[in-house]
Structures are given as C-alpha cells and as structure tokens.
C-alpha cells in the first residue's frame, strides 16, 4: 500500500518566514510533485522532480523552491512566505511515466493547510 | 499555456440518478487522462483512467469516454449513490513528460 505522508496537517506561519513543507513517499517511486489547491483553481503545479537532485518548474514557481537529496522526499520551501501563499498544499508521488496504465497514478499525500499570517 | 477546462462546477443529482462531468483539454499531444475524487478533508484518489488510444472505459458505475478529434472527455456516474458525494478532478497529460495539468474540480453531490 503506497504512502505518501506530510511532514504537518496545519501550519501557522508569519509573512516573512521561511516555510518548509516535507513529503516523504515509501514505494521507491521516481517522480514527486507539489500542488497547492484553492478552491476554483483545481490543483496547480508547482514543481516536480523526476529524481534524484532533478526538479523543473511546474506552472507557479514563483516564490517557491525544492528540494530533493533523497529519492523518498520531496521538500517544499517558501523563502519568504506571503499572505497569498495561503493554500492547501499536496505531495503527491508516481512510479515513472509509462505504457502501463499503473505508472501514471499520483499518490497524494494527506495535504498541509498553511496559513501564512 | 495548456489547460484543461471542467463542466460543471457544482452539480446535484438525486440518488440513482446519473451523472456526467465533461472536461476539454488544450494540448493535442496529451494522451492520458485520469480522473481523482476527493472526499471532504481526504486525498485525491484516482477513480478511472483512459489513454488516448482508447474511446471508452468502464469499472462497475463508473465510465470514461474520449473523443480526441474533440479534444473532449467525459466522466459518467450511474445510479449514483450518497457516497458518490465528493470533488471530481479531471486531468491531462503526455505520458512522455510529467507534467500533469488538472481541472478546477465539479462538486458533486448526490441527495438521498
């Protein structure tokens, strides 16, 4: 049964800090990504990694980082939180991208709700 | 940039009723197309998935259908049921990248 868990369920943070969101998945998957939800906006991508040390940009980087030393996780970093960077944010992990249907499912980890004050 | 666009946005159905939620893609080389429910407070899950070669699918109540020439793909629900209730997400993308490109969601609730 896969796992993906995050590192809290809620957080309270003041603008100007520095955030970090962890996700750690337990199947030995390739690919992580990170998605923040808001309601009417669906799911927006905000990086994934398809490695090791390997990320790309997702559709709305902007104040965000990643980091990924380590195959079973995947951090999330705001260098400067703001207020509109209060979200629901989502882990979630897939085995690769491939022929097979089963390659393609993302596991989503229980969600963080941040609150940036 | 590519989207996916999602119809509708709310929708109530009365118990044993169905229910279609319609998704249109942007990116022609798009060619897999999941779909995830979420329960209130839980993690998106997937429910069903389609890949372009393919015009229709089905698991027990639930259905896929794509039209590629359309750019056009369909979520059906059939005698829907209270545990139905939940957020629908469709999704696109290219099995030969990673990035997948989700919709805004449907509200579906059912009314026993």
């Known amino acids: 049964d896969v796992k993906v868990t995050q590192s809290s369920r809620y957080l309270v943070k003041r603008t100007g800090e520095k955030v970090f969101l962890e996700c750690v998945q337990d199947?030995?998957?390739?690919?992580m990504f990170w998605y923040r939800q808001d309601p009417g906006l669906g799911l927006r991508l905000i990086y994934f990694?398809?490695?090791?040390?390997?990320?790309e940009k997702g559709d709305i980087p902007e104040g965000y980082s990643v980091s990924r030393e380590k195959k079973e996780r995947f951090s999330l970093i705001l260098e400067s939180a703001s207020t509109n960077q209060t979200s629901m944010y989502l882990c979630?992990?897939?085995?690769?991208?491939?022929?097979?249907?089963?390659?393609?499912?993302?596991?989503f980890g229980p969600g963080t709700r941040l609150t940036v004050l | 940039g590519e989207n996916v666009e999602q119809h509708p946005s709310t929708l109530s159905v009365q118990e044993g009723d169905s229910a279609v939620i319609k998704c249109t893609y942007s990116d022609s080389a798009s060619n897999y197309f999941p779909w995830y429910k979420q329960e209130l407070g839980k993690r998106p899950q997937l429910i069903i998935d389609?890949?372009?070669?393919?015009g229709e699918k089905k698991d027990q109540r639930i259905a896929v259908t794509l039209n590629k020439t359309a750019k056009h793909f369909s979520l059906h629900i059939t005698e829907t049921q209270p545990e139905d209730s939940a957020v629908y997400f469709c999704?696109?993308?290219?099995?030969?990248?990673?990035?997948?490109?989700f919709g805004a969601g449907t509200r579906l609730f059912v009314k026993a």
């Open positions: 199947m030995d998957h390739e690919n």
């Open positions: 389609i890949r372009s070669n393919v």
């Open positions: 990694s398809y490695d090791v040390k390997m990320k």
């Open positions: 999704a696109s993308s290219n099995t030969g990248g990673f990035k997948t490109i």
């Open positions: 979630a992990s897939s085995l690769i991208q491939g022929v097979r249907y089963s390659d393609n499912e993302q596991f």
